[in-house]
């Protein structure tokens, strides 16, 4: 059974461009979750969605975004990037949300 | 929102030792979860637990869901040299519905020396 995974794994993007990154649940698994996780911050929830519609969002600003398809495949869209959302992005996976969450490897940032 | 409070921040311990770790909240949780992280990846779920009193046991990981809702302790009995790596707590809160969300610790990084 293929894990979360989680494209591109590593990325470099200027200040001022926009990123959008992927993520492919486990088969089965309609719930995924976006987290940011940083030295200083910690593992800092961004949104969920299930069945293609965003269920729960954590309090960044409008610049993070995402949408989930109807494979349950999830992507997420940051806007004019700054210094600061150079970050770890996790995706994690559940069947139901109320059910332990896998993680995939992540997509490490840099914005430059 | 929820604050959860992960103690210790770090621990050098030799091999072949025990550690104990745990998480306090001022609010109370429906589900608790442990995971682990190693460098460059993602969290790992270590252990899963669902009722207040709940002891729960994985090998040499040993984890229970506090009384009170409210914290949640895991130990790791022998260590070895893989258990290296940041251990985070997790609480889950289901605040109605399908309202689900997961709060995580600041993570305890534990150095095990050979």
């Known amino acids: 059974k293929a894990g979360v995974t989680q494209t591109p794994r590593y990325l470099i993007k200027t200040r001022g461009q926009q990123v959008t990154l992927s993520c492919s649940p486990i088969?089965?698994?309609?719930?995924v979750s976006w987290y940011q996780q940083t030295p200083g911050q910690g593992l800092q929830f961004l949104f969920e969605y299930f069945s293609e519609t965003q269920r729960n969002k954590g309090n960044f600003p409008g610049r993070f975004s995402g949408r989930q398809f109807s494979n349950s495949r999830s992507e997420m869209n940051v806007s004019t990037l700054e210094l600061g959302d150079s970050a770890l992005y996790l995706c994690?996976?559940?069947?139901?949300?109320?059910?332990?969450?896998?993680f995939g490897s992540g997509t490490r940032l840099t914005v430059v | 929102g929820q604050q959860l409070n992960q103690s210790p921040q770090s621990m050098f311990i030799q091999e072949g030792e025990d550690v104990s770790m745990n998480c306090t909240s001022s609010?109370?949780?429906?589900?608790w979860l442990w995971y682990k992280q190693d460098p460059g990846e993602g969290p790992v779920l270590l252990i899963a637990l669902y009722k207040a009193g709940e002891l729960t046991s994985n090998g040499r990981l040993t984890a229970q869901f506090g009384i009170t809702r409210k914290d949640s302790f895991l130990n790791i009995s022998a260590s070895i040299p893989s258990d290296v790596g940041i251990y985070f707590c997790a609480g889950l809160l289901n605040s109605g519905g399908s309202n689900y969300k997961l709060t995580f610790g600041k993570g305890t990084l534990l150095t095990v020396n050979p």
């Open positions: 609010s109370i949780f429906n589900t």
């Open positions: 994690a996976s559940s069947f139901d949300s109320n059910y332990g969450y896998t």
């Open positions: 088969s089965g698994h309609r719930s």
